[in-house]
């Protein structure tokens, strides 16, 4: 077991390849058309606008620093993921999840969580879940002050990211 200050730590993140964030536009019909959505299911084209509101329209490239090593992340073209999921009462205090910084600190950490079998060996092959969510939450942290967040709101924010995913969405962290 290790302490905390043996823990790898997130030195910084950089967009190699910046990406171009925008909403999906719901659109006439949309109730009426029925795909497939990125986890397998049958869904309504409005459902999955509305369960992922959100589009990278373009490829685009991060680059983490650690204290261990350096990790890319390549996003494709027209990724659709959630965002920040910041509860409306909390808004107020922390800012929208509309917020483009929340947007793009939240781009990475949704790919890789949805590609954790890809990046699991990536940030290292016998990695705990904890120790994989906690890293994506300090990179999330991470890229949301390279955008321009304070310090102190991105630790908050962070901590919440953390918070949710150890509690609401566990299920989505669990790996093979």
Same mark, same amino acid.
């Given at each position: 077991? @290790?302490?905390?200050?043996? @823990?790898?730590? *997130?030195?910084?993140?950089?967009? %190699? ?6 909403? &999906? ?12 959505? =990125? ?5 309504? %084209? ?8 959100? *589009? ?14 350096? *990790? ?24 929208? @999840? +509309?917020?483009? &910084?929340?947007? =793009?600190?939240? %781009?990475? /950490?949704?790919?890789?969580? +949805? /590609?954790? +079998? @890809? ?13 994989? &969510?906690? %890293? ?5 942290? +991470? ?22 995913? #150890?509690?609401?969405? &566990?299920? #989505?962290?669990?790996?093979?």
């Amino acid at each position: 077991m @290790k302490f905390w200050w043996q @823990k790898e730590k *997130i030195l910084g993140v950089k967009w %190699l390849i910046e990406p171009d964030i925008d909403t &999906r536009q719901i659109q006439d019909g949309d109730e009426n058309t029925v795909i497939t959505d =990125k986890t397998g299911k049958r869904t309504t %084209l409005l459902k999955d606008k509305i369960k992922y509101p959100f *589009i990278s329209k373009i490829p685009c490239s991060l680059l983490i620093q650690t204290t261990v090593k350096d *990790i890319q992340i390549d996003i494709e073209e027209n990724y659709v993921y959630n965002g920040s999921d910041i509860p409306a009462g909390l808004e107020f205090f922390v800012g929208s @999840k +509309e917020d483009i &910084r929340f947007l =793009k600190g939240a %781009l990475p /950490h949704d790919y890789v969580l +949805e /590609h954790k +079998e @890809k990046f699991k060996p990536i940030f290292g092959e016998n990695i705990s879940n904890a120790e994989y &969510r906690r %890293l994506t939450s300090l990179m999330y942290r +991470e890229s949301i002050k390279d955008t321009g967040t304070g310090t102190i709101k991105a630790n908050i924010m962070s901590w919440f990211v953390d918070v949710f995913q #150890a509690t609401v969405n &566990r299920k #989505a962290w669990c790996m093979k």
